[in-house]
Structures are given as structure tokens and as C-alpha cells.
T-cell receptor, first 115, second 115 residues
Framework: NAGVTQTPKFQVLKTGQSMTLQCAQD?????MYWYRQDPGMGLRLIYY???????DKGEVPNGYNVSRLNKREFSLRLESAAPSQTSVYFC??????????????FGPGTRLTVL | AQSVTQLDSQVPVFEEAPVELRCNYS??????LFWYVQYPNQGLQLLLK??????LVKGINGFEAEFNKSQTSFHLRKPSVHISDTAEYFC?????????????FGRGTQLTVWP
């Protein structure tokens, strides 16, 4: 099993350009998440999807959209990139929980720079 | 909602010395607690977790953590560190019974082990 995969690994954009970050998991998990990681800020939740067909906003959703294409795939789109969106983006998926036990598995990340 | 405070942003230690990384949480409900490790340029990997039962939890790579409900703490310890333990460590909390599986992360502690 590959676990959680993300593409691309690195990306440089100019202000105003758009792009989509791709994420896929092969663990048959229901829930998937997008985080951004900035120095000294830890991980902040952008959007999440509790199950196929549903998405919800996290802490920092402004400037982003998501699509839960199917159970495996959860993409993050920047419609008009801004320098403030320079960050490392992580996708995660959640193992099925029993009694509310929640473990998330993380992808390797996408390093995005917006000039 | 829950929140996590990691009291030290950076912890430098010498090889073979003991280390403690501190984590305090705030929550109005009972919680599950996690420590994740991030090696340079990689994603997050689960180190250990507290779900219930014994308050002393053992994880991978010789790490352990103790859950203290009265002090709302979940400090991470290792009796003798190696250079390979140099990484960023994140404490995270999730509310019991959370069907959405949200994790709330601290801002991280950079552990640097010197020879």
C-alpha cells in the first residue's frame, strides 16, 4: 500500500495563478483532511471531508476550495494564489474509528511558493 | 473545542541525554491525545497515542508519554536521545466521540540533538 500520496511535491506560482493539489489514499478511509503548515504555527486545518460527497470548512478556508472526487481522492484548489498561501500543504486520511478513536495518516506534503 | 499548548518551541540537547517535551491541552470534553514526529522534509508520523487505561504510554523509537488528567498534560519523554531523534514533534488532541475526527495540533517543538 502506498498510503497517502500527494502531487506535486513542489510548486512555484505567480500571484493570481491557479492550481490544484492532488491527494489520494488507498487505505479505504472515509475521512480526509487538508492542512497547511507554517513556521511556528503548527498544522492548521483548511478543509475536511468526513465521507465521500461531503466537505466542511476548517480553521483557515479562505482562498481555497476542495473536491471529494470519490472515496480515494480529495483535491485542494487555489483559484487565485496569493503570497500568503506560501506554505507546506499536507493531506491526511483517518482510519476508521471505534468509540471515537481517531488516528490520521499523513502524506509527504506539497511545498508551495507563491511569488 | 480543544486546544494544545507546546511550551517549548525549541529544545536542544546533547546525545545520550534525557529529554522531555511538554504539552498541555484544554478541552471541555474527554480527549484522546497524540504525539506525531516530523523528520526534515517529510510528513507526520504517529509516535504514540493515549486512548484510555494506563496513563503511561509507550511509543516507537523509545519514546513514552504520561497522561496527567489533573494537570491536563501529556509530556513526551525519552531517557537517552540519539542524533537521529532530531525532528519536530507535535502534540495533538481529539475529542472523544468526535465523529468528524478533527485533530487540534500544538505549534510544535523542534528537538535538536547535538553530538
Amino acid at each position: 500500500n502506498a498510503g497517502v500520496t500527494q502531487t506535486p511535491k513542489f510548486q512555484v506560482l505567480k500571484t493570481g495563478q491557479s492550481m490544484t493539489l492532488q491527494c489520494a489514499q488507498d487505505m479505504n478511509h472515509n475521512s480526509m483532511y487538508w492542512y497547511r503548515q507554517d513556521p511556528g504555527m503548527g498544522l492548521r486545518l483548511i478543509y475536511y471531508s468526513a465521507s465521500e460527497g461531503t466537505t466542511d470548512k476548517g480553521e483557515v478556508p479562505n482562498g481555497y476550495n476542495v473536491s471529494r472526487l470519490n472515496k480515494r481522492e480529495f483535491s485542494l484548489r487555489l483559484e487565485s494564489a496569493a503570497p500568503s498561501q506560501t506554505s507546506v500543504y499536507f493531506c491526511a486520511s483517518r482510519a476508521p474509528g471505534t468509540s471515537g478513536y481517531n488516528e490520521q495518516f499523513f502524506g509527504p506534503g506539497t511545498r508551495l511558493t507563491v511569488l | 473545542a480543544q486546544s494544545v499548548t507546546q511550551l517549548d518551541s525549541q529544545v536542544p540537547v546533547f546525545e545520550e541525554a534525557p529529554v522531555e517535551l511538554r504539552c498541555n491541552y484544554s478541552s471541555s470534553v474527554s480527549v484522546y491525545l497524540f504525539w506525531y514526529v516530523q523528520y526534515p522534509n517529510q510528513g507526520l508520523q504517529l509516535l504514540l497515542k493515549y486512548l484510555s487505561g494506563s496513563t503511561l504510554v509507550k511509543g516507537i523509537n523509545g519514546f513514552e508519554a504520561e497522561f496527567n488528567k489533573s494537570q491536563t498534560s501529556f509530556h513526551l519523554r525519552k531517557p537517552s536521545v540519539h542524533i537521529s531523534d532530531t525532528a519536530e514533534y507535535f502534540c495533538a488532541v481529539s475529542g472523544r466521540g468526535s465523529t468528524l475526527g478533527r485533530l487540534y495540533f500544538g505549534r510544535g517543538t523542534q528537538l535538536t540533538v547535538w553530538p
